[in-house]
């Protein structure tokens, strides 16, 4: 193996592709940001070559080719960890396929082995695309990009003819629906949809070419014993429910035609009313776990945006408190800060014909909107947002949609503060669920007072009403903040009058696994001190000589 490297090394070493080899000194380190630049264009560029890999070499100058040795991520750890790093930041998670470490010339050097971009999907790095001009790191010219995006097109299995299917394997009453959609989504043609046969109805909506039927067409509007007619593709959507433990409780397999069956299986899913009270409150807020819209447009895009060549099911995963959707195929935006951010319709599609049957037949709209509305229906609720995993390599979209309140302060932090921007909303939202977010967005959270903590061990301020106008939450916040102190300094009083008095280590393990979970165990402790130093203050404890805390003799 090292042998096969060495002689890699020496390939590469002599190399003249500067848009798919890089070298780098690298001596003594390389800025991490940089490294992710490089990555991004590398892999773009090694997919617009037809390239098996790109490669990006540490520890030789660029210029003369001379082993100058890296003391770069010394040890196989931190380059598996550098793996890891760095995939948290590009399109569906990619990065380095293998980083060889080896000895040339007596010195270290460092192969990273980048694989090619998937095909039609651009690799960005934060967000953003690169490419190479010459021996140049440069934005990703707007040209590749689209040669990138292009490269599905042509290969559209939506719009290829079902070769064997006739209007007479179409449901009916799918062709009654189709109709009335078309008639709804353009207004100005109802009169003369009336006077059109099927197959033309068809053709207008993009689902049949020259009166043939496309995959589209049976996906649509087939009959169930039609699926055999777009074989190998699978046309099914599974729903599922588990129970608290993921043990599973009952399903149901739903086929074509979709725009009417995609009813019958969102009809499956428990959507049932939430009794909110924040703070303690004896009027709690009333909503459903489900905003109708976000569960249906997430069904709807894992019909219209699934790799159907790949042979998978669409899933539907219902727990006690959120669905979990799941189709096959890469991102097409990429990452979804992207689609977030979009603000056109989607410029590349990977069914074209199918996403244009579905537009026709009112299932999805052109504008590019509905991902972010969907995040927009949940901080509308005050619920938690979506969480999206992109999984490249298994080539897959899970999209998981939250029905209950994970911690009720960021439910009281977005009802408090109305005009929060989604960004900001989005930051709240990770640090809830104990991920890391920017120190950008950290500054500005801590700013505004929503976030406590040690980076990157953030929690959510205890109350929303500190930040807020509003008297009764300002008051809310004052009587509980009390109720808690008084509730947990009444546990030490009650353990010293018991026990005579208690070192300090027996009452961090007393109170510890009663504080909140959102503190990490350094703000437990910190705040047990501060109730010890409260009750000294008032005259209740003390510390005696043998160094335990026992109450003042009266």
Partial sequence: MEQSQHSLFEMLRYHCENEVVEFKKAENGFDFDDLGKYFSALSNEANLRKKDFAWLVFGVHDKSREVVG?????????????????????TGGNTFREIFELEEEGKRVLLFQIPPASRGIPVAWQGHFYGRRGESLVALDMNKYDEIRRQTIDEDWSRQIAEEATIEDLEPLALKKAREEFKAVHPRLANEVDAWDDMELLGRAGVAVKRHLTNSAVLLLGKPTSAHLISPAIANITWVLVDGHGEKQDYEHFSIPFLLTV???????????????PGGTLFPDVVKQYDEYSIREILHNCIAHQDYMMQERITMVESPDSVTFSNGGSFLPGTVQNAIEQVGPQKFYRNHALCQGMVNFNMIDTIGRGIRKVFTEQRKRFFPMPDFHIE???????????????????????????DLSLGDCIALDAVQKHEVIGKEEVARLRKLHFI?????????SEYAAKTSDNNELKMEYIKN????????KK???SY??????AT???LNTLLQSKLSDVLSDEQKIRKIGNLLSGLKKEGIIRLSEKKKWVLVEV
């Fill in 481 to 488: 903040k009390s109720f808690n102190d008084q509730h947990f």
């Fill in 491 to 493: 546990m030490i009083v």
């Fill in 392 to 418: 490249e390599e298994k080539r897959e979209v899970t999209v998981k949609i939250y029905g209950r309140i994970i911690d009720e302060r960021y439910y009281r932090l977005l009802k408090a503060n109305p």
């Fill in 70 to 90: 890296t003391t770069y991520k010394n040890g196989a750890k931190s380059l598996q960890k550098l793996k890891h790093d760095l995939a948290q930041h590009t």
């Fill in 496 to 501: 010293l009058r018991s026990f005579g008095g």
């Fill in 263 to 277: 009813d019958e299986a969102l009809a499956k899913i428990r959507n049932l009313n939430q009794r909110i009270m």
């Fill in 504 to 506: 300090r280590a027996e």
């Fill in 452 to 460: 406590e903590g040690r980076y990157p061990n953030l929690y959510l």
